[in-house]
């Protein structure tokens, strides 16, 4: 055996949700801040993404982190996301799994019963609030960079449903949000497929038709990807409810996703359907939770804005020394139609 590179990557998921972690083999990363590293990543590094999430290593449905050490003094370290189609900026079931491995593996000291961490991610710094129990993290709250809505109540042409009503925000991606009910979806496991062409085809029509700019920085991504929501409801004083959002190239995220809950955040409050301290349960498709809540409002450029917390547990599924041999024939990977849907 013989590898032309080797990396070191814990395997994890976030309430069901794979991010896997690479701790080590990537070497350099040219940049001052997270978001300078995932740009050189995309443009220069991208066959290191290819490798762990194209097949025959990765699936459709895998996201990595790659860790590197933070050039900001508050934060403790910082990573880069890889999903399959891009570099988001945030990614909350990814963060979850990013706290847990750097404090179950020692490369972080942990602290019973709680370990507050800073991280740097590309969106910026994350406050995270561990709560640790015999070297088991068994909670990770986030606090994300501010969540807002572009557009409220937007009208959209999609091919094969005619006009479709969307809010667009940004909670670390920017979601088209749309109502699930309004297209015939309780968003139950046996509609996953249908919920998924759905969510393709609104996304790319609320990309064309309401193009976004975040504030202060051009190279931000835009709309890439849909969370189709089901009604809020009140039970005994506790907000409860279910969402999917549809990661590309279309499949649904097996955790309620901690960006799309955090655009859901900024929606609901700019609706009026929920105050700062008020606490959401948020369910995915697979029937696992994350805690959401309004931390706090801010103003991003002219957006009203909202602080968003998340808080999810993550576990540890296995460790990988992932390697690739010179004779492989597939060195960047290779993504086949039926999971990927497309080839990349
Ligand atoms: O939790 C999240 O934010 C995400 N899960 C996978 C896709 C999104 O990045």
């Given at each position: 055996m013989r590898f032309r590179k080797t990396l070191s990557v814990v395997d994890c998921h976030?309430?069901?949700?794979?991010?896997?972690?690479?701790?080590?083999g990537v070497g350099q990363v040219p940049g001052q801040t997270m978001f300078d590293k995932k740009l050189y990543l995309e443009a220069h590094m991208d066959d290191i993404r290819k490798m762990v999430l194209f097949e025959p290593r990765g699936a459709a449905w895998h996201?990595?982190?790659?860790?590197?050490?933070?050039?900001?003094?508050?934060?403790?370290?910082?990573?880069?996301?890889?999903?399959?189609?891009?570099?988001?900026?945030?990614?909350?079931?990814?963060?979850?799994?990013?706290?847990?491995?750097?404090?179950?593996?020692?490369?972080l000291p942990m602290q019973e019963p709680v370990t507050q961490l800073t991280l740097e991610s590309p969106a910026g710094l994350i406050r995270v609030h561990c709560e640790c129990k015999d070297g088991k993290v068994t909670s990770v709250k986030l606090v994300n960079q501010p969540a807002f809505c572009y557009h409220l109540d937007a009208k959209i042409e999609v091919e094969g449903l005619g006009t479709v009503n969307v809010d667009i925000a940004y909670g670390g991606m920017t979601f088209a949000v749309v109502d699930g009910t309004s297209l015939g979806f309780d968003i139950?496991?046996?509609?996953?497929?249908?919920?998924?062409?759905?969510?393709?085809?609104?996304?790319?029509?609320?990309?064309?038709?309401?193009?976004?700019?975040?504030p202060g920085n051009p190279d931000m991504p835009g709309i890439t990807i849909t969370e189709i929501t089901a009604p809020l409801r009140r039970e005994n004083g506790q907000l409860i409810a279910r969402n999917t959002c549809i990661v590309s190239p279309g499949r649904c995220d097996r955790s309620p996703c901690g960006t799309g809950s955090s655009a859901?955040?900024?929606?609901?409050?700019?609706?009026?359907?929920?105050?700062?301290?008020?606490?959401?349960?948020?369910?995915?498709?697979?029937?696992?939770?994350?805690?959401?809540?309004?931390?706090?409002?801010?103003?991003?450029?002219?957006?009203?804005?909202?602080?968003?917390s998340v808080a999810g547990q993550a576990w540890i599924t296995g460790l990988n020394q992932m390697g690739m041999d010179p004779t492989d024939p597939y060195p960047n990977g290779f993504t086949l139609t039926d999971t990927w849907l497309r080839e990349f």
């Open positions: 976030a309430e069901g949700e794979v991010g896997k972690v690479v701790v080590g996201n990595a982190n790659i860790i590197l050490p933070s050039n900001n003094p508050e934060a403790a370290m910082g990573y880069v996301i890889l999903e399959s189609t891009e570099y988001p900026a945030m990614s909350g079931s990814n963060t979850m799994c990013v706290a847990t491995v750097l404090l179950e593996t020692g490369i139950a496991p046996s509609e996953a497929r249908q919920l998924c062409e759905v969510g393709e085809k609104i996304k790319a029509a609320a990309a064309e038709q309401l193009p976004v700019a975040y859901r955040l900024a929606v609901l409050h700019a609706k009026g359907q929920i105050r700062p301290g008020e606490v959401l349960h948020h369910h995915s498709i697979t029937g696992s939770r994350f805690i959401c809540s309004i931390e706090g409002l801010a103003k991003v450029g002219d957006y009203p804005a909202v602080i968003p």
